[in-house]
């Protein structure tokens, strides 16, 4: 019996040094000789039962010769050990299955069920002398980590992760082995009193680490922030992170076996969830959710009463001074305006706008990150971030930057200003409004049209009201008949007879051409340009009613149609313009009349 106590202390170590998580588990590692699907149950326990006998000589064989190995051959041995420790608790674990399936078919299993009893009652006090042990062992090694030099640690940190996964895989293991023990009707009063009381006091050690670890974390966190180049501080800080994601691993274990027991675990799932961040669907209970609120709402509480009147501060300070770059940015407005207006440089009215509101949007950006600094905000790296966002939005603006770019060459070389009539990119009207990006142009009917202007500087722009004064185009024809030299002087008397045409350039007034049906005569006098139409106009109907009153005649296109009708042998013989008969007598009246000649001839009256 005690060689047996012996081999079960060897395979419980081994088995609790890699955790388990559950009976089934224990199932799901069995040996091969797990039961055939075919075996009757009787057969199947008589074989699991030499199994395990089996194994335990093969362990005992083992142990002796690792104990006779050479370092370097042992733990290769050591590793065989846990392989076949592996297969005989998965055996147990399927014999304990086998009992109770057989007791529930009605089947005699009293001899195999006195076997299983025996080894779980005697795994219990084993277990907890092996928590013992490892608990012990932590102690040591962390004791020893203090001891030790920053570069010597880490094989000491493996350790110490390597024996608390260990002590985590063992209470899993216990949990799962007290379960064993219910579903087989044994008392386990005992375990659960040891399980609540260790997994709590774990708990609440775990906790004390995490809370303590977090105030480091952060603290070098801080420091290694400001000595980037300390080497030994991010391993410091690398270290404790280590720890942290140890401890709440740990910890997450230990609450997921505190639920499997029932045990309350509010308090620690809370504190879980604020190292971590991560929300589990055990977060999401109720009790859970009122404590994590009321925890921030005690920490906002207090950090208002502490922070409260000094950020107060701050935001009257940030505000006065946003206020008064304001009123500094108003004023630089009204001084840029005012320079253009008395500088003798001609400046389009999109310049002026563009100064004017470049200096403001100046004058309050360098206020907002002055105001910034007061806050305790580092401005260094939001410009550099600015940077990086400014040409992200750039590569996605690229059609925009186009019209921004064509937007500064329009206003420096400045083809057209607002009030300006201009034809362009297939638009004809007058300039209402500039912009960087676009330019809206009003229409002679009122249509409004807004064109990017890249595509305006991509095309020709005519500028119709570009120059003070215009020449205005006219031609007037007369008949062949008429007389030239009346002509002209009519027309001169009545160019220089208005009162806007300009005497400087002098109008011009010559005989033009001589067309096909009239004689026609250029007329081109100078007025300035708000007067064109005027000019226009005024002329063109003066004309008329002058050549009318001195009966110069205005020749208009004249047309003369022959008719042909065709004989009976195919000739055409004219037909008069007062009778539609044929002259050939032979051609009956009804005959149809051939092709009929058009001819245009546009003479005078």
Known sequence: MHRDRNLIVVVLAVVLSVGFFGPNAWAQQGSPSATPAKQSLEAAAAQLIASIKEKRQEIEKLREQTAAAASEDRAALEGRVEE?????????????????AREEKGLDAEADREQVEAMVQELGPLV????GKLNATLGDLKDELQETALENRPGIEDRVADIEGRIDGTFRAYVALEQTKESLGLDVADDRQYLSKTLSDRAELLSGRITAEKKQVAVLRSRAKAARDNT???????????????????????????????????QYKQLLFEATGEITTDILSGEVLVGLAKRWANDGLEWLKTNGPRLFLKGILFLLI???FRILARAARRLVKKSIHASTLQVSQLLERTAVSVTGTVVMIFGFLVALSQLGVEVGPMLAGLGVAGFIVGFALQDTLGNFASGVMILLYRPYDVGDLIETAGAFGKVSDMSLVATTILTLDHQTLVVPNSKIWGDVIKNVTAQQVRRVDMIFGISY????????????????????????PAPMIKLHSLGESSVDFIVRPWAKTGDYWDVYWDITREVKMRFDAEGISIPFPQRDIHLFAADQTGHRHAVGPDRSRAEDRDQSPGQEIGRADEEDDERPD
């Open 84 to 100: 076949k420790a592996l297969e005989m608790i998965g055996d147990v674990q399927a014999l304990s299955d086998n009992v109770l």
């Open 128 to 131: 907890r002398k092996y928590l």
């Open 232 to 266: 030994e501080l991010a391993t410091e800080l690398e270290t404790k992170k280590n720890d942290l994601d140890q401890n709440t691993a740990s910890l997450g274990s230990t609450i997921q076996l505190m639920d499997t027991l029932g045990l309350d675990s509010a």
């Open 322 to 324: 946003l206020l008064a």
């Open 481 to 504: 008949s008429g007389d030239i030299p009346q002509t002209e002087r009519v027309l001169q008397e009545i160019v220089l007879g208005h009162d806007k045409v300009l005497d400087d």
